[in-house]
């Protein structure tokens, strides 16, 4: 199986300061398509998990435009321009081109 | 608009089985299958497998091979995933998620306990 492993896996962050978490893969995403499958969601407290960024840098329609995520191969990262007090929650990256799809362990976002 | 509607809270013995059900609306639903994933307490997020609205291939997690069945009702717009043989530590919140890799949309999860 795919490993995908994140870090830091606890962020401390200012509001109004940007903030990035790193996920890597234990092997390319590049699928034989030629697409990277690799999504970004966000998880708040009591909810469930909501997809931010598709196939490494596709932002969703209804996320704001302070997130992005980059990267290729097997190194990934999503970025929060200015983190408002909204972003607190735990942030997973997950890789959806080699079966099983895998979930990096996520990192805990926290003012 | 989207949505995924799942079916209640359960509470199960160990050796019992559960049927958890994600009802679709707001769009064509044999054109995106059904994916389950699960968290336990305090956990992170473990895919489960997919299932096809259009024609019922399937694909599971080796870990969930042969305790796991994932189905589709067409007529209904529902997704199904049942489990058998439950342990404690089957113990977690099942979500229901669009699509066989996208998981754009989710259900709003199923806490399923097992306990004795």
């Known amino acids: 199986d795919v490993v995908m492993t994140q870090s830091p896996l606890s962020l401390p962050v200012t509001l109004g300061q940007p903030a990035s978490i790193s996920c890597r893969s234990s092997?390319?995403?590049?699928?034989?398509?030629?697409?990277?499958?690799l999504n970004w969601f966000q998880q708040r407290p009591g909810q469930s998990p909501r997809r931010l960024i598709y196939?490494?840098?596709n932002r969703d329609s209804r996320v704001p435009d302070r997130f992005s995520g980059s990267g290729s191969g097997t190194d990934f990262t999503l970025k929060i321009s200015r983190v408002e007090a909204e972003d607190v929650g735990v942030y997973y990256c997950?890789?959806?081109?080699?079966?099983?799809?895998?979930f990096g362990q996520g990192t805990k976002v926290e003012i | 608009q989207v949505q995924l509607v799942q079916s209640e809270t359960e509470v199960k013995k160990p050796g019992a089985s559960v049927k958890v059900s994600c009802k679709a609306s707001?769009?064509?639903?044999?054109?995106?299958?059904i994916s389950w994933v699960r968290q336990a307490p305090g956990q992170g997020l473990e895919w489960m497998g997919w299932?096809?609205?259009?024609?019922?291939?399937?694909n599971y997690a080796q870990k969930f091979q042969g305790r796991v069945t994932m189905t589709t009702d067409t007529s209904t717009s529902t997704g199904y995933m049942e489990l058998r043989g439950l342990r404690s530590d089957d113990t977690a919140v099942y979500y229901c998620?669009?699509?066989?890799?996208?998981?754009?949309?989710w259900g709003q999860g199923t806490l399923v306990t097992v306990s004795s």
């Open positions: 998620a669009r699509g066989l890799r996208d998981f754009e949309y």
């Open positions: 707001g769009y064509t639903f044999s054109r995106y299958g």
């Open positions: 299932v096809s609205s259009y024609n019922d291939d399937t």
């Open positions: 092997q390319s995403l590049v699928h034989s398509d030629r697409n990277t499958y």
């Open positions: 196939q490494v840098s």
């Open positions: 997950m890789q959806g081109t080699h079966w099983p799809w895998t």
